[in-house]
């Protein structure tokens, strides 16, 4: 009988940090679902000895600059986790670290979480495919904010978004995955 094992996963929680409560588009009305499944994926990763990485944004915008204080974590998000890196660019690999730590660590698949679902977290799912990983997208796990086309003045809702990214990454960059499908394939 021959024995499959998983490949070694990582959590990246991407900028899930104090910094975007002071954004102009900053709503509590989608924070809490995206919370609860954070929360429990982050919980099921490290019951299952899943390492967790936080990765931290910092740029020119007042609210993720070093000195504004606000560049750490919510405080509802646990701590300890594996390792913390700061990031300068919109993927978490560019001039973090990162690759290398998860290569040192032995970890194939990534599992994506954070905010913003388009932004930082399509961005580095992108990246990280690029880079030879196994990527899943937890959605559920990822939170955004509605935009609007500046050429149309349409307006896009979160879940248009999520939708959007969801649509461009499968089965191209990354599985799309729900909390407990995640959790179950660890």
Aim: proline share 5%; glycine share 6%; hydrophobic share 40%.
């Amino acid at each position: 009988m021959t024995h499959t094992s998983t490949p070694q996963s990582a959590l990246l929680v991407i900028d899930v940090q104090q910094s975007f409560m002071h954004m102009p588009y900053w709503s509590l009305g989608h924070v809490t679902p995206f919370q609860q499944s954070l929360l429990r994926l982050e919980a099921g990763c490290r019951k299952a000895q899943v390492p967790v990485v936080h990765i931290l944004h910092v740029d020119d915008d007042a609210p993720f600059q070093v000195a504004s204080g606000l560049v750490r974590p919510f405080d509802w998000l646990p701590g300890d986790p594996a390792v913390t890196l700061t990031k300068h660019t919109h993927n978490a690999f560019t001039d973090t670290g990162l690759d290398l730590w998860l290569r040192r660590h032995g970890v194939q698949r990534l599992i994506i979480s954070g905010i913003r679902t388009e932004q930082c977290c399509e961005t580095t799912a992108r990246v990280g495919s690029d880079v030879g990983y196994a990527v899943d997208f937890v959605s559920e796990a990822t939170l955004t904010f509605p935009m609007t086309h500046a050429g149309t003045d349409q307006t896009f809702s979160a879940q248009d978004i999520t939708t959007r990214t969801e649509l461009v990454l499968a089965d191209r960059f990354a599985r799309i995955v729900t909390v407990d499908t995640c959790l179950s394939s660890l």
